[in-house]
């Protein structure tokens, strides 16, 4: 075994309570090699989705996730989230003028006259294109 892990990007252990057998499973950094250390050890190309497949495989055989933990992930998840919230501009109303009701940001709004981020009312659809 190799202490060299630099072509890891993620890797998931799972244990089997009845006996303590251990799983790893890992994902290279090439996004789809898939290595299987212990259960049927069988290694796949399918990334992921064949990663998410052996586990639920696993868990179906009695193994438990015990952890899994990024190596050399070139993104963490959190980050889309982030960049979601980060689309929507400042000056949102805190309320519609019109009924009260919470206001939400939507962008690329249509109607028949123009297009653009708008801030909708989630009530009585009240709108009102963000102004820069
Ligand atoms: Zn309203």
């Known amino acids: 075994m190799s202490t060299d892990d630099s072509h890891v990007q993620h890797t998931w252990n799972l244990t089997r309570a009845a006996d303590g057998d251990e799983i790893h499973i890992e994902l290279w950094t090439d996004g789809y090699s898939v290595r299987v250390d212990g259960g049927d050890g069988e290694d796949s190309e399918g990334g992921k989705t064949a990663v998410d497949e052996l586990i639920a495989k696993y868990e179906a055989a009695g193994y438990r996730q015990t952890r899994d933990y990024p190596v050399n992930d070139p993104q963490p998840a959190i980050d889309a989230d982030a960049a979601e919230e980060s689309t929507e501009p400042d000056g949102k109303p805190d309320a519609c003028p019109e009924c009260g009701s919470p206001v939400e940001f939507e962008p ?21 294109f963000v102004t820069a």
């Open 108 to 128: 690329r709004y249509v109607t028949d006259v123009r297009e653009g981020d708008a801030w909708l009312c989630t009530g009585c659809r009240w709108g009102r």
